[in-house]
């Protein structure tokens, strides 16, 4: 069922953005202090019995040097340092095991996956191993993670979740079987919202391809759909009916709308025009407000949160392979 604008008109929504007049401010405040801590990027080898690729155990200090956890995949015949993708994961997910992320090693690339803090529990989704240390400016919140510290913009959640994307960067290009010029960030739905955080907060990686992203125009999306993710936040204010503004306001910082205008990657984006649970007009907000001038994105007419599945897989397989020659 088509609910949102149709097709040419989401083309040409560019929606004003909301950032304040110290997004950027912040964001290099953020970043100078979660670089206080040393990287620490440490790669334990795993045997798991893979012929064809080498898995690591990654450990690397994040936001207030506490400890992520993610995996490290190099294709095991390689003549030289490889590109790499870093990947994010989707809301609730965790970093499951190192066989479970063999794509882009396979076609020659290195890999990052990060495992999202405090994330990682849900039943149906892989398991997490990295737990969220920060006990600050603790608000009442609805459960779930979208409402924690939103009441300030120094203790929001996905504060930590963006400095520990960097970091996650940082520490894949930290590797020597790593060429740290060409790097690509990619997630899906969470981990696509983390994507265009990452690239606008480290303008020098190569690409981004983020899939059917949360995390963007978060205003039009709780006014638009009922669906979590984006309902914590609706119940929240539904509760806290003289906060709205101050939510709005801290949210305004973590928006991927506001970040997708710094970004300067090479991108590639999905949507699928029936998903209600990250609109397609809050993906256009952030795909038509990105800073790099290569960028397209490719839309699912049929299709609701599930996006493009094995079909746009194969698309971000061309993408790379073409710019990856």
Not at 119 to 141: C, F, K
Not at 166 to 188: K, L, M, N, Q
Not at 239 to 256: A, C, E, P, Q, W
Request: a negative charge.
């Amino acid at each position: 069922m088509y609910f949102d604008f149709p097709l040419d008109q989401l083309k040409t929504y560019v929606p004003d953005r909301t950032d304040q007049p110290d997004f950027d401010a912040f964001w290099q405040a953020t970043l100078a202090e979660v670089r206080k801590h040393p990287l620490e990027a440490r790669f334990d080898p795993v045997d798991n019995g893979l012929k064809m690729q080498e898995s690591f155990d990654v450990t690397f200090r994040g936001f207030g040097g506490q400890p992520i956890k993610g995996w490290f995949t190099l294709p095991r015949h390689r003549t030289g340092p490889v590109p790499c993708v870093v990947e994010f994961l989707g809301y609730s997910g965790g970093r499951g095991f190192s066989i479970d992320w063999l794509l882009w090693p396979s076609l020659g690339y290195a890999h990052l996956v990060m495992d999202t803090r405090g994330q990682g529990t849900s039943v149906g989704w892989t398991h997490g191993d990295t737990p969220d240390l920060y006990g600050e400016g603790g608000n009442p919140t609805v459960s779930g993670y979208m409402t924690q510290g939103i009441l300030n913009p120094k203790h929001y959640y996905y504060r930590r979740v963006f400095s520990d994307a960097v970091r996650a960067v940082e520490a894949a290009r930290s590797h020597p079987e790593v060429d740290a010029r060409h790097i690509c960030v990619t997630g899906g739905s969470q981990g696509g919202g983390i994507t265009i955080a990452a690239a606008a907060l480290v303008p020098d990686v190569e690409a981004a391809m983020p899939d059917v992203p949360f995390l963007c125009h978060y205003h039009r999306a709780t006014e638009l759909v009922d669906t979590y993710p984006y309902h914590e936040i609706a119940s929240f204010c539904n509760v806290h009916r003289d906060k709205i503004g101050t939510v709005f306001n801290t949210l305004s910082y973590f928006d991927g709308m506001n970040l997708a205008a710094r970004a300067k990657a090479k991108a590639l984006f999905s949507t699928g025009l029936m998903d209600m649970i990250c609109p397609p007009s809050t993906v256009f907000a952030a795909f038509n407000h990105w800073g790099g001038k290569e960028k397209q994105i490719l839309t699912y007419q049929y299709n609701g949160h599930e996006g493009g599945g094995g079909f746009h897989t194969q698309e971000k397989i061309k993408f790379l392979t073409s710019l990856w020659k």
